[in-house]
Nanobody, 121 residues
Framework: VQLQASGGGLVQTGGSLRLSCTAS????????TGWFRQAPGKEQEFVAA????????YYSDSLKGRFTISRDNAKNTVYLQMNSLKPEDTAVYYC???????????????WGQGTQVTVSS
C-alpha cells in the first residue's frame, strides 16, 4: 500500500493549488481518505476527508468554503483544491487512508510522504 502526495509548491496570498493523492497497491473502495497538515511547531491538523464509496465529504470548519476535496475512482486519486490561500495555510500536507472518516490522525492506517505548501505574503 502506497500513497503518493503531490501538487504542493510556493504560491502568493490569494492563489490556488491542487494537491493530489494517488493510491497504489490495493483498491480503497470501502475506505476513507483524509488530508491533514502540519505547520512548523504545531500539531497535525485535520483538513478534509472523503469516502471512496460515496460523495460524503467532511471539512475543518475553519477551511470550509476555501478548500474542496474530491476523488477520481478510476485513477485511485483524491484531490484537494485549495483557493484563496493565506500565509497561515503554509504547512506540509499529508494524505492518509483509513477504514472510516475520522478527524484523528492516529485512526488512519496508511500515509503519504507529505507535500510542502508555502504561501507568501
Amino acid at each position: 500500500v502506497q500513497l503518493q502526495a503531490s501538487g504542493g509548491g510556493l504560491v502568493q496570498t490569494g492563489g490556488s493549488l491542487r494537491l493530489s493523492c494517488t493510491a497504489s497497491g490495493r483498491t480503497f473502495s470501502s475506505y476513507a481518505t483524509g488530508w491533514f497538515r502540519q505547520a512548523p511547531g504545531k500539531e497535525q491538523e485535520f483538513v478534509a476527508a472523503i469516502k471512496w464509496s460515496s460523495s460524503s465529504t467532511y471539512y475543518s470548519d475553519s477551511l470550509k468554503g476555501r478548500f474542496t476535496i474530491s476523488r477520481d475512482n478510476a485513477k485511485n486519486t483524491v484531490y484537494l483544491q485549495m483557493n484563496s490561500l493565506k500565509p497561515e495555510d503554509t504547512a506540509v500536507y499529508y494524505c492518509a487512508v483509513g477504514p472510516y472518516i475520522d478527524y484523528v490522525p492516529a485512526r488512519y492506517a496508511y500515509w503519504g510522504q507529505g507535500t510542502q505548501v508555502t504561501v507568501s505574503s
